[in-house]
Each structure stands twice: as C-alpha cells, then as structure tokens.
C-alpha cells in the first residue's frame, strides 16, 4: 500500500526523524492558512507546494513549486489543485491532484553549503536481508545516477536479526563525505528512518533527497513509503491512511471481492482457482495465439458472487475478446463453479464475449453437464489441450 508524502514524513516524525515540516490542503485558502501557520510557527518566508499524488517525478510534470509569498501559494495551489498531473511515473493519462503539501523553505543561507544525498531501505528478496541503498547525489533520479555514475551508489547490507549497527549508520556518513556536527546528525538520522522501516512492516522507504541544511541539520525534504500489505492486520492506524482516489478503480473493486487481480495488456480473460494454475492458463492462452488481458485467482471458495464480481471485472476491459473460466475442483466442488457461472451469466445479462469454462477435479462430469445445458453461450471443456483449442477458434474467427 502506497501512502502520499505527508503521511510518510508524519510517520518519520513519529520515530523521531528530522523532517521539511509542512501542512496539507485540499483548498487554495487552506493552503494560505497553513503557509501563514508556517511563517508565524518556523518563520518561513517562502513555502513549497508539493502535489500529492502516488507517482514520482513531480517536479518534471509542475507538481512542485517555490512560493515567494502568500499570494503564490493562492495562485499556485489553484493552478495545482485539480489538476492532472502527468509525470514519467504515472503515463500518459496522469493523474488528479486533490491535495497539496505546504512546505518550509529548508534551503536557506547559512555556515555551509547545502548538500543533497538519496537514500532507500528495501528488501534484498534473494539474500533475505535488508538493503540502504545510498549516494551523495540525491535530488536526482537514482535510475539516472545507476546509468551515469553507478560508482555512486553504495549499499549496505543488514541481517534482519541483528538490526542496524552503529558501525554501519557511521559508514554510511562517512561515504556520503559529511564531518563534524553533520557525521553525528546523519547517524541518527539513518537510525531513524530504519526504525520506521521496521515498525510500519514496510517494502520500500525512499527518501530523495535527504538535506543537509546550511546549519548542518539532515532532513527528510521527500518521502515514498510502500507498506506490506500482507502485515495491515497489525497496523489499523496505517490501513486508514489509504487514498482510495490514487488507486485504480477496477483493483478496488476487485480487493473488495477478495479476488487476486492484475491488469495485463491481452485479448483473453482469464479467472482461474489458485495462482500456480492461474500462470499455466496464461501460458496455454499464449501458445494459442491470445495474450491475457489479466492475472484473475479467485481462490479455493469460490462462490457464486465472487464468480459474477470476476465477470464484471473482467468486462469492463474493452479489449478482451474471450474469456477462459479454468477452475480445479479441490476445495471448490466444480459443480458448484459451473452454477456461479450460469447465475453471474443470468444476473450480468448479455456478455458481449464468448466464455470458455473448463472445470476439472470434484464433480467435473457433473458441472459440465450443468454447462451444456444452461442454453448459455458457453463453451466447455475437459482438458486444457480443448480449452486451447477453443480460444484460437475464437480468436481466429
């Protein structure tokens, strides 16, 4: 799950990490009161408007900008606000911004030069251990720097039952060039930031960039936090910050029936019983000449309900020219599927594609029959070679 800026430096402040403050708006006249909020309270004169979207970039597409004064946080939050922003992580259609973020100025003059580091915690899958990722050329995108000076991108590895140990929060320092006041500040900061890595169970934390202020202060200006969604159950408080407007809407429907669900770019879609089964149905779709135009596991309950929800879901993509039922009757009795499908086809009404349902396992001979006699438009088979068959028949008409 996806949290917006705001949340994510709420949630480093929680675990006592410095942070650019800031106030959120939903309204230009919000946003003038939380820049006002900012002057009297840190006596900020210029404000940043961040746009707060599920996307980087931002700044490439006009979704951050430098306000001089309280008129331009008027002008720009209105021009902000509402707006679709389309930045190289969103595609073409962008998306709409509903909040803004009101942020200090933190690139102010003093005893030193300010400096810009990139810094990320996430999950090295294949050694079972935690990465921070790091450069001293943060405020850049890090596929860039990987691409350009990959000599700049240092690792450091941390074995989940050990946790950060301060030597390494100090190596981090020292390869990011910091000294003095600045050395001491990052080690606590690096500290942190992992500390709310753990406790919010998440897979990416990605701060870019991280700001040594003029005064040597180190600072979180930006914050892309991905929790995991599988550790909510411990985490109510975090559930509640989901933005439901950031999500596509087809996912949300689909997490709602409990239904496994991914939109691909094919002809054929696909609701299968189990994901092992799920990717071999993809294949036979392949080899048949279609492509899937989804990933679609419904699980071992299947019920009537969830078949129809899977239909609607399924339909509402205009490019599919057939779909492939293929469910294993294990937990599911495949009797029990095959009337799902005729009541979701009953309940739908007219489905504009043909449906292929092949059912195997508990009950098979039973659910076919059931097809084959509902008088429906649908197509069943016993064996996955038939199946196959079926769908290059129809995608070859």
């Known amino acids: 799950m996806n949290v917006h800026e705001f949340q994510g430096k709420s949630l480093l402040k929680a675990y006592n990490v410095d942070i650019q403050e800031g106030f959120v708006a939903e309204t230009p006249e919000q946003a003038v009161t939380v820049a006002g909020q900012l002057h009297d309270k840190l006596g900020s004169e210029f404000f940043v408007i961040k746009a707060q979207i599920h996307a980087g970039g931002r700044g490439k597409g006009g979704g951050v900008k430098l306000a001089k004064s309280l008129g331009d946080v008027s002008s720009i939050s209105s021009h902000m606000l509402g707006m679709q922003l389309i930045t190289p992580q969103t595609g073409p259609e962008g998306k709409k911004v509903n909040k803004v973020l009101v942020a200090q100025d933190v690139y102010y003059k003093g005893e030193s030069e300010t400096e810009e580091f990139y810094i990320s915690i996430l999950l090295n899958r294949d050694k079972g251990r935690f990465i921070i990722m790091y450069s001293p050329e943060g405020g850049m995108s890090i596929e860039e720097v990987a691409e350009k000076s990959p000599e700049l991108i240092f690792t450091e590895e941390i074995d989940p039952g050990m946790g950060l140990q301060l030597f390494q929060s100090r190596n981090i320092a020292f390869k990011l060039g910091l000294t003095g006041i600045a050395f001491k500040n990052m080690q606590k900061f690096i500290s942190g930031i992992y500390d709310t890595f753990i406790g919010c169970d998440a897979q990416l934390l990605e701060i870019n960039p991280v700001l040594k202020t003029s005064d040597n202060r180190v600072l979180a200006v930006d ?78 309950g299947a ?3 969830t078949v129809e929800a899977g239909f609607r879901i399924i339909l509402k993509d205009p490019a599919v020219k057939a779909i492939l039922i293929n469910i294993f009757g294990g937990i599911v009795r495949c009797d029990r599927v095959a009337n799902g499908v005729v009541e979701a086809y009953k309940s739908i009404g007219k489905i504009r594609v043909p449906v292929i349902v092949r059912l195997q396992g508990t009950n098979a001979e039973e659910a076919k029959k059931i097809i084959d006699n509902s008088g429906l438009a649908v197509f069943s088979a016993i064996s996955f070679r038939e199946a196959a068959e079926l769908v290059a028949d129809i995608l070859n008409k």
């Open 303 to 305: 019920s009537s309900k």
């Open 223 to 300: 914050c892309k936090l991905v929790l995991d969604d599988n550790a909510l159950f411990r985490h109510s408080e975090l559930l509640a910050m989901r933005d439901l407007n950031e999500e596509d809407p087809v996912d949300v429907e689909a997490g709602n029936h409990n239904l496994n669900f991914v939109k691909l770019d094919g002809n054929v879609g696909c609701m299968v019983n189990g994901a092992g089964l799920a990717m071999a149905t993809m294949d036979i779709i392949k080899l048949s000449g279609g492509a899937p135009a989804n990933f679609l596991d419904v699980g071992g």
